[in-house]
């Protein structure tokens, strides 16, 4: 058995403190849940694909449903940072930036389907079973979509006749379901991602006067 309490080598290739542990399990596991989903992870074999001893990741991840939440933390992390990324370009309108912002969305849901699955999915919500962490990023996105649909509808980018709430429910219902329509490959491909979404844009967007 290799020794786990001080450097940890990875595939014969390098060492890593035992602090960077946790990053490098992380970024294995998502690696792993893009090859071969869900059903394809353990922890078992993530031990045995980083190369640690198959007790290690247990002293960060105290079964498999805490290490997806983890995994979906990570998920809603580069989200939210995108987003932010986005919405502070300047020199560009605020058109153009919902455009980006809405495009960004679909975009991540297609080229990360089993994160997005995991992000908004049943296998953590469906059973009750997301941790701490993940509830205190998860559960704020729909008050910033909210918070975002407000300030559009102030700057007369968004109809401000609709009630902020139900208009947020609507814009983000459309973003999920062409994700969703993606993903499951109904009625759409990736091709088709930049043509709808300025048609949402269209529809949800007043002409500047």
């Not at 153009?96 to 995991?118: T, V």
Request: charged fraction near 25%; include cysteine; glycine fraction near 8%.
């Amino acid at each position: 058995m290799q020794n786990t309490s001080s450097k940890k080598t990875v595939s014969g290739k390098g060492s890593y403190h035992h602090g960077d542990l946790r990053s490098s399990l992380l970024e294995a596991a998502k690696a792993m849940l893009s090859d071969g989903g869900i059903e394809g992870l353990s922890l078992r074999k993530l031990a045995d694909r980083v190369g640690v001893s198959r007790t290690a990741p247990y002293h960060h991840f105290k079964d498999k449903n805490e290490l997806l939440c983890a995994i979906a933390q990570e998920g809603f992390d580069h989200w939210h940072s995108n987003a932010e990324r986005i919405l502070a370009q300047t020199g560009i309108s605020a058109r153009d930036k919902y455009h980006q912002f809405f495009q960004s969305y679909i975009g991540y849901a297609a080229e990360n389907p089993e994160m997005y699955d995991l992000m908004f999915g049943r296998t953590i919500w469906k059973q009750n079973s997301a941790t701490t962490a993940l509830r205190d990023i998860a559960y704020p996105s729909f008050q910033r979509q909210v918070e975002m649909t407000k300030k559009w509808q102030e700057q007369g980018l968004m109809s401000s006749d609709e009630d902020t709430l139900r208009l947020a429910q609507v814009t983000w219902g459309t973003m999920h379901g062409i994700a969703r329509l993606l993903i499951d490959g109904i009625y759409a491909d990736r091709s088709h991602i930049e043509e709808m979404c300025t048609c949402a844009v269209n529809l949800f967007i007043r002409e500047p006067a």
